[in-house]
């Protein structure tokens, strides 16, 4: 985990922020980063996704929402908790090589143990060991002034759902174990949901480079991409280039290579299929006579429109069976991931975690009794009504949750299209 200078600004003045308490306690759940928070009712909690809500609360900070909704991205924030006495504690949740290799820190080696102590132990952090409290936790402390005044920092690390989670907590002129007990408390009030949800329309994209303009300098030859903005909507892409009269344009492909010659304006274009949801890479030589070869890496991704996409999950899951279902029923975790068709009529509405779910019933054999439950987690209760038929299309959670007056469990479906 790192903070730059903006970071610690922020912090600081955050830190230094006397909030009101609200009045009562809620719960909140973040199903990407897969946590659900308990709150208490001296506790205030600011997350980027409320932070529209909370115009008066950033002028009282002197922030502006887009700034600390981009830094909040950028270190993979997920919330932040401000407790009685002008401590914070903030969630970080992040990739890491070391989830990769071990999801959960219960998992690890005594050598990996180790190995991840010894990745904290060294200038300008202190005291890093594992928490007594939180064994599966590393305890790690530092401070830093800034304006003239110090701040302190305890963080509690630990691999957890295939991520990296940080608790970080701070304030000004606070002792570290202060700040350390600050960590166990909010941790306390976590709870981990055993997978990170991504729902539809959150999904990690491949990020694109866009090669920057060569400009005419008498030696090298130009070359620009007009309106180029790396992005496919549609089976093929024009890519028009800019250059010299007369230049000899060569664009590599995977499989092949194109060859043209600029026309009299220095321009001329390729139309390339991009068919498949994937990022396209492309080499570009460009040479105009007396002038040296200016080399270009292009890359272009194809994106799908929602319908594009509803479609492409539509067609690749796999529709619902009794056979099927006690597979699923028999063994949820088996089939985490596996994105399922069904009809279904929906029979009654909770909340799981701070997320609505549906329970819907998968199967009407001409009787008029529905079978085969499953609870279905929906990004907005508007998307089903009571007592309504719909075509679900959602992936496997994993895990299954008790139906009141059933003895079997129902396995749990993360939606991605309801109609």
Known sequence: MNRGGKGIAMLLALSLLVLPCAALAQSYSFPSA?????????????????????????ARLGADADVLRADWAAEGTVFEIFLPGSVQVRLNCVESALAQEVSEAALMTQAQRDAFLASYDHAPYENVAYSEQATEWLRVDWAVEADGTAVGFSWLVSVRQGALYCLSASGVDAGADALADANIEVLGALSFLGNRVTLAGETEEESVTLPQPVEDD??????????????SLEDSYTLSIQTLPGA??????PTDSLRATAGEGGSHAFTLSTKQTKVYA?????????????????????ELTGEEQAKAYQAGAQALDTALYEKICA???????????????????RDVNGLPC???????????????????????ASQVELEKVYNIYGDVRGDALPVEGEEALAPVIVAYFVN
Do not use: H
């Open 331 to 349: 063994s949820p975790d088996a089939y985490q991931g596996q994105a399922l068709s069904l009809r279904g009529k929906v029979f009654s509405m």
């Open 248 to 253: 000899e344009l060569t664009l590599k492909t």
């Open 282 to 302: 492309y080499t570009l030589t460009v040479q105009a006579e007396g002038r040296e070869p200016t080399t270009m890496e292009i890359e272009i991704r194809r």
């Open 218 to 231: 008498g030696v090298v030859t130009p070359v620009m991409l007009p309106g180029f903005d790396g992005i």
């Open 358 to 380: 549906a329970l819907v019933y998968s199967s009407n054999p001409g009787t008029g009794v529905w079978r085969n439950p499953f609870w279905v987690l929906l990004q907005t």
């Open 34 to 58: 897969g946590v659900f928070v308990e709150m208490q009712p001296d506790w205030t909690l600011l997350c980027p996704q409320t932070l529209g809500e909370e115009e008066e609360l950033l």
